[in-house]
T-cell receptor, first 110, second 111 residues
Framework: GENVEQHPSTLSVQEGDSAVIKCTYS??????FPWYKQELGKRPQLIID?????GEKKDQRIAVTLNKTAKHFSLHITETQPEDSAVYFC?????????FGAGTTVTVRA | NAGVTQTPKFQVLKTGQSMTLQCAQD?????MSWYRQDPGMGLRLIHY???????DQGEVPNGYNVSRSTTEDFPLRLLSAAPSQTSVYFC??????????FGPGTRLLVL
């Protein structure tokens, strides 16, 4: 089955700086890569996703890049704000099965 | 639309007890799934369904049963609860194979 590894497990950044989270996956058949944000005590919520026929996607301060050859994808958050503090999960999907990374706890210092 | 709803929000069980976690969605999504979330392990797929009458196992199915008699409902049954099943359980639905929408979760404590 699919194995998704996510790094780092914790990330502390100064407000206004950028944050980068990296993930690798094992199954070359995976073709959909979403990122979820989970605030304490809340449900995971989709923040951005990318499909295997696209190399990069951007939505305001967040962007995701995908390297299919190397089987890795990354989340970039620019101009971080206190409300960006949360746990972020990457995931990779084959047919009907979404496999998640272990999560990155992001703390934005004021 | 209420989206994806789950009941109960919190439950305490004794070892060996059985219970059913309820999940419902009103978005007419064909695909539904159950995940458990444990500290440091992300979300792991327990069971999923691609439509009424069709279910399949995920990554960690042991100790859990599911059924899908209607498009709207996808209950998860714990047959004989064990302390290792203490976790937060999330139900999710999707219109297809991709974007999943999560319910608010059920916190389960097995003593």
């Amino acid at each position: 089955g699919e194995n998704v590894e996510q790094h780092p497990s914790t990330l502390s950044v100064q407000e206004g700086d950028s944050a980068v989270i990296k993930c690798t996956y094992s199954d070359s058949a995976s073709n959909y890569f979403p990122w979820y944000k989970q605030e304490l005590g809340k449900r995971p919520q989709l923040i951005i996703d990318i499909r295997s026929n696209v190399g990069e996607k951007k939505d305001q301060r967040i962007a995701v890049t995908l390297n299919k050859t190397a089987k890795h994808f990354s989340l970039h958050i620019t101009e971080t704000q206190p409300e960006d503090s949360a746990v972020y999960f990457c995931a990779a999907s084959g047919v009907y099965k979404l496999s998640f990374g272990a999560g990155t706890t992001v703390t934005v210092r004021a | 639309n209420a989206g994806v709803t789950q009941t109960p929000k919190f439950q305490v069980l004794k070892t060996g007890q059985s219970m059913t976690l309820q999940c419902a969605q009103d978005m007419n999504h064909e695909y539904m799934s159950w995940y458990r979330q444990d500290p440091g392990m992300g979300l792991r797929l327990i069971h999923y369904s691609v439509g009424a009458g069709i279910t399949d196992q995920g990554e960690v199915p042991n100790g859990y049963n599911v059924s899908r008699s209607t498009t709207e409902d996808f209950p998860l049954r714990l047959l004989s609860a064990a302390p290792s099943q203490t976790s937060v359980y999330f139900c999710a639905s999707s219109p297809g194979e991709e974007t999943q929408y999560f319910g608010p979760g059920t916190r389960l404590l097995v003593l």
